[in-house]
């Protein structure tokens, strides 16, 4: 089967994005996020602004005149109305021009445009994003998670701590540039169980410290806290698998002090550290497209009858024959 180029949407959260890549390049990309105007993502909201934009961004796509040979979509995790708005789109355009249809999982995406971007092999990965966070490897034929947030994920505390600030979303990139004012540690609780973390505490301690010391001190340690825990469980993976890469995705992979946190670990180690340009961290039609094409080539498709979208869909339900 001819398996060249792909087109692939996202849609799972507030990012709507279109793409088509073939296997050494990005040919077309067109993006129209959804920005509230204050607090953070309304589901329904971000799936009326999709269901708005989805058409217009697809066709900035298609104008490129790039033929594809198959269509993907985020099936899930992500916000219900969401992942139905950008499913059906990609159902219109896999009957439209008869090519096959793929339901690609989202943080399996996140991983593949990082390898692919990179040119990584087989990394441990630290996913972090607004919903999740967890410690990736491949073993057995999946990508299996060696710990992950118990509660929130990093960047939904960043956010929700950023909106107690008075900071509009996304707040993690605010946080960070009020991090790098910060001069002193203020002691903020570190929840580490076995290899999963808790960040809800660590949030609701950090409004506490707001009354009594300055924002900034209070978003530099917040940051050192939290990004020490998920150093501390993406080591212990790499020292329980024997792996020497280490790449880093999702959103709030592009924090600066994240990724030298990282790459300190490594270099003590004597690993190799990973993180993909910074357009590719957060959500994409890109890394959808790209995960879509390696998934059409190994006959991972799906018919429409069998697309509902999964808000739960777990990396580690994935089967990764491509490895």
């Known amino acids: ?31 129209n996020p959804y920005i509230p105007e204050k607090g953070g993502i309304h589901p329904m909201a971000a799936a009326q602004h999709h269901s708005t934009y989805v058409g217009e961004v697809i066709r900035n796509v298609l ?17 219900g109305p969401c992942l139905r708005t950008v499913a059906t789109a990609a159902r219109a355009l896999s009957l439209a021009y008869d090519v096959p249809l793929i339901g690609v999982n989202h943080c399996v995406a996140h991983i593949e445009v990082g390898r692919w971007q990179t040119g990584c092999r087989d990394p441990v990965t630290l996913y972090v994003s607004g919903a999740n966070s ?28 950023g909106r107690f600030l008075g900071l509009q979303h996304p707040g993690g990139p605010k946080i960070e540039a009020l991090a ?56 212990r993976a790499m020292a329980h698998t024997g792996k020497d890469e280490c790449l880093i995705a999702g959103g709030v992979g592009a924090n600066s002090r994240l990724q030298s946190m990282l790459g300190e670990m490594c270099k003590a180690r004597g690993a190799r550290f990973y993180a993909p340009p910074r357009k590719y961290f957060g959500d994409n039609g890109s890394m959808i497209a790209y ?33």
């Open 1 to 31: 089967m001819r398996c060249e180029r792909v087109l692939g949407i996202e849609g799972t959260a507030w990012s709507l994005s279109a793409a088509i890549v073939g296997w050494d390049k990005v040919h077309a990309e067109a993006s």
């Open 63 to 79: 104008d490129s005149g790039v033929d594809f040979d198959g269509v993907a979509f985020s099936q899930g995790p992500g916000l």
């Open 134 to 161: 967890q410690v990736l490897a491949f073993r057995a034929g999946k990508y299996r998670i060696f710990g992950e947030t118990l509660d929130i994920g990093v960047g939904n505390a960043l956010d929700k701590f």
């Open 180 to 235: 790098r004012e910060g001069k002193n540690y203020i002691p903020l609780p570190y929840v580490v169980k076995g290899m999963d973390l808790s960040f809800s505490g660590l949030m609701s301690a950090a409004k506490e410290a707001s009354a009594l010391h300055s924002r900034e001190d209070v978003c530099f340690s917040l940051q050192e806290n939290a990004f020490a825990m998920l150093v501390e469980v993406t080591e």
């Open 291 to 323: 995960t879509g094409l390696l998934q059409l080539k190994h006959g991972m498709t799906i018919s429409v009858e069998d697309s509902a979208v999964n808000t739960c869909f777990r990396p580690d339900d994935v089967e990764i024959p491509w490895l």
